[in-house]
């Protein structure tokens, strides 16, 4: 979902939309965009509705049943996604519905108010599948909940959600989780784009992008202080729970500005870390994370999401967003060596697919790697609570070869193991599903499994996970090196001249001395 809003946004800051040649209704503007519209929006409920009517149908409290419903409504999850991305693309690049919008009285005067306008028909898709889908959604964790607590023999917690805050909830984890970022960025091109006549007098409209590239990066890092207040937060209260999070912390080196209680009304099992910095960075686990595991998985997820700060995972996220720009950058220079070079808005498009290309496949795999990393994390994060093992533990055993071959402990891969599985399942999620930025449970597990048995396996892993790194971090010197050589000779002189300086660092230049 985050890619698709993301989509979304980059479509609507990517300028020139539709190139002429796309746009199948040049004749007819206004019936063709609207036509489009309503018919993606009708065929998007439809899908859920069916969906729902099919998941309802399976839900009859036994285990068989809960499992194909969860089946069924996480594949027209996927069919949803899908057809999200395709009709939005159409939108976009083969309807004038970006420049019929963009010429409507007085939006362009409103910061924000045309490009709202613009998503406007993909927020209502999104929305009307979000109402259709709430009940066979809540139904489905409250029965999952229901058969988890019969099984361990305790009582189960069923999400209290109603539709009002589930919608909200939906808006505030999938939704504005990207756009509130990336609302402050259109926010600053709104502006960026007023000063660009003033900066092209003195000829240094490339000024405007990179006033527009810093404060992305500032935004990118005051992120996790938006999302605290964009999602339901508070401070996790004191109290044992507290301790011992506080106590993992101190175990492993983990710094962070405070550890928050995640309110989702019940509905997700599940935990994060957010903030590049310790000054900025949040710890959340929510409610029903709380509720409906016990200590040791609890421990377990905490560790998870503590091996993404301590493998740097965020920052390499950073690195390989740079990189793709650099990507997406270097094919515009590309074309502009072509018959292209003159169709501007057919550029903007095929570096756009160039930097969506990016993110979908190497983004996805790279962030699946990197879940993997955390997992070991997490095995290894309670390892230490662990108190009795098998004999062939490479931890626990005897001899112990844990120090040698950096094994992982037999015991705390099953738990974290069991965790996976029960957060799935509490979840709604199928063990099978496929996932853009997690790959699917059982993909998880069976690796889990066969780094437990295989030393020389992990070793392997372990040290692709290491070039991998080491990779993005050349790759991201190289591309700033390029990008300088490229970009420095375009810029320096009209900078130099701007600011009244020769080029040769003569000093001032008719400012000391005014001659008229
Ligand atoms: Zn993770
Ligand atoms: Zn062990």
Redesign the pocket.
């Given at each position: 979902m985050y890619f698709i809003v993301i989509m979304a946004f980059a479509f609507v800051l990517s300028e020139g939309l539709p190139p002429e040649q796309f746009n199948l209704f040049r004749h007819q503007p206004v019936a063709g965009a609207f036509a489009v519209i309503v018919g993606q929006i009708s065929m998007i409920v439809a899908t859920a509705w069916l969906g729902r009517l099919r998941t309802l149908a399976r839900l009859d409290h036994t285990i068989e049943g809960h499992e194909e419903a969860a089946d069924r409504l996480s594949a027209t999850h996927h069919v949803i996604l899908w057809m999200l991305a395709i009709t939005l693309t159409l939108t976009m690049v083969c309807t004038p519905w970006i420049p019929l919008v963009r010429r409507m009285d007085g939006l362009a005067r409103v910061p924000l108010a045309a490009e709202l306008v613009i998503l406007m028909p993909f927020f209502a898709a999104l929305g009307l599948a979000w109402i259709v889908l709430y009940e066979p959604e809540v139904r489905l964790r409250r029965e999952a909940r229901a058969l988890e607590a019969a099984q361990q023999q305790t009582v189960s917690e069923p999400p209290d959600s109603s539709l009002g805050s589930y919608l909200v909830d939906k808006f505030r984890h999938q939704v504005l989780i990207v756009a509130a970022p990336m609302s402050a960025i259109v926010l600053v091109k709104f502006f960026t784009n007023m000063l660009k006549p003033q900066l092209a007098r003195h000829r240094i409209e490339w000024l405007a992008d990179s006033i527009l590239g810093c404060t992305s990066v500032v935004v990118l890092f005051l992120s996790p202080v938006i999302l605290r207040y964009v999602w339901s937060t508070q401070p996790l209260p004191e109290g044992p729970l507290r301790e011992r999070f506080k106590g993992i912390c101190r175990r492993i080196g983990l710094k962070y500005r405070e550890i928050l209680l995640w309110r989702t009304h019940g509905m997700a099992v599940n935990a994060a870390v957010m903030g590049f910095v310790p000054p900025l960075r949040y710890i959340l686990v929510s409610d029903a994370l709380l509720t409906t595991m016990r200590d040791e998985e609890i421990e377990a997820v905490f560790g998870h999401e503590a091996g993404h700060v301590r493998h740097w995972h965020l920052h390499f996220f950073g690195l390989f967003a740079l990189l793709s720009m650099y990507v997406a950058g270097g094919v515009m220079e590309l074309l502009l060596l072509t018959p292209l070079r003159n169709d501007l808005a057919m550029m903007n498009l095929i570096a756009l697919s160039v930097l969506m290309g990016c993110w979908l496949f190497g983004f996805g795999w790279l962030s699946r790697k990197f879940e993997r990393q955390a997992d070991l994390f997490g095995i290894r994060c309670i390892?230490p609570d662990?108190q009795n093992?098998?004999t062939w533990?490479p931890?626990?055993g005897s001899p112990p070869a844990a120090v040698a071959s950096n094994g992982l402990?037999?015991?705390?891969a099953n738990i974290f193991g069991r965790t996976l599985l029960k957060i799935a399942d509490l979840n709604g999620i199928p063990r099978h599903a496929p996932s853009w930025r997690h790959g699917s449970i059982d993909s998880r597990c069976n690796l889990i499994e066969q780094f437990t048995v295989d030393a020389e396996r992990l070793r392997k892993f372990d040290r692709l996970l290491w070039w991998l790194k080491a990779g993005l971090l050349i790759l991201a010197v190289v591309g700033t090196f390029l990008a300088v050589i490229i970009w420095y000779p375009r810029i320096a002189p009209a900078l130099f001249e701007a600011l009244g300086w020769s080029r040769h660092g003569h000093g001032p230049r008719g400012r000391l001395f005014p001659t008229n």
């Amino acid at each position: 979902m985050y890619f698709i809003v993301i989509m979304a946004f980059a479509f609507v800051l990517s300028e020139g939309l539709p190139p002429e040649q796309f746009n199948l209704f040049r004749h007819q503007p206004v019936a063709g965009a609207f036509a489009v519209i309503v018919g993606q929006i009708s065929m998007i409920v439809a899908t859920a509705w069916l969906g729902r009517l099919r998941t309802l149908a399976r839900l009859d409290h036994t285990i068989e049943g809960h499992e194909e419903a969860a089946d069924r409504l996480s594949a027209t999850h996927h069919v949803i996604l899908w057809m999200l991305a395709i009709t939005l693309t159409l939108t976009m690049v083969c309807t004038p519905w970006i420049p019929l919008v963009r010429r409507m009285d007085g939006l362009a005067r409103v910061p924000l108010a045309a490009e709202l306008v613009i998503l406007m028909p993909f927020f209502a898709a999104l929305g009307l599948a979000w109402i259709v889908l709430y009940e066979p959604e809540v139904r489905l964790r409250r029965e999952a909940r229901a058969l988890e607590a019969a099984q361990q023999q305790t009582v189960s917690e069923p999400p209290d959600s109603s539709l009002g805050s589930y919608l909200v909830d939906k808006f505030r984890h999938q939704v504005l989780i990207v756009a509130a970022p990336m609302s402050a960025i259109v926010l600053v091109k709104f502006f960026t784009n007023m000063l660009k006549p003033q900066l092209a007098r003195h000829r240094i409209e490339w000024l405007a992008d990179s006033i527009l590239g810093c404060t992305s990066v500032v935004v990118l890092f005051l992120s996790p202080v938006i999302l605290r207040y964009v999602w339901s937060t508070q401070p996790l209260p004191e109290g044992p729970l507290r301790e011992r999070f506080k106590g993992i912390c101190r175990r492993i080196g983990l710094k962070y500005r405070e550890i928050l209680l995640w309110r989702t009304h019940g509905m997700a099992v599940n935990a994060a870390v957010m903030g590049f910095v310790p000054p900025l960075r949040y710890i959340l686990v929510s409610d029903a994370l709380l509720t409906t595991m016990r200590d040791e998985e609890i421990e377990a997820v905490f560790g998870h999401e503590a091996g993404h700060v301590r493998h740097w995972h965020l920052h390499f996220f950073g690195l390989f967003a740079l990189l793709s720009m650099y990507v997406a950058g270097g094919v515009m220079e590309l074309l502009l060596l072509t018959p292209l070079r003159n169709d501007l808005a057919m550029m903007n498009l095929i570096a756009l697919s160039v930097l969506m290309g990016c993110w979908l496949f190497g983004f996805g795999w790279l962030s699946r790697k990197f879940e993997r990393q955390a997992d070991l994390f997490g095995i290894r994060c309670i390892t230490p609570d662990v108190q009795n093992c098998t004999t062939w533990c490479p931890v626990h055993g005897s001899p112990p070869a844990a120090v040698a071959s950096n094994g992982l402990c037999v015991s705390a891969a099953n738990i974290f193991g069991r965790t996976l599985l029960k957060i799935a399942d509490l979840n709604g999620i199928p063990r099978h599903a496929p996932s853009w930025r997690h790959g699917s449970i059982d993909s998880r597990c069976n690796l889990i499994e066969q780094f437990t048995v295989d030393a020389e396996r992990l070793r392997k892993f372990d040290r692709l996970l290491w070039w991998l790194k080491a990779g993005l971090l050349i790759l991201a010197v190289v591309g700033t090196f390029l990008a300088v050589i490229i970009w420095y000779p375009r810029i320096a002189p009209a900078l130099f001249e701007a600011l009244g300086w020769s080029r040769h660092g003569h000093g001032p230049r008719g400012r000391l001395f005014p001659t008229n």
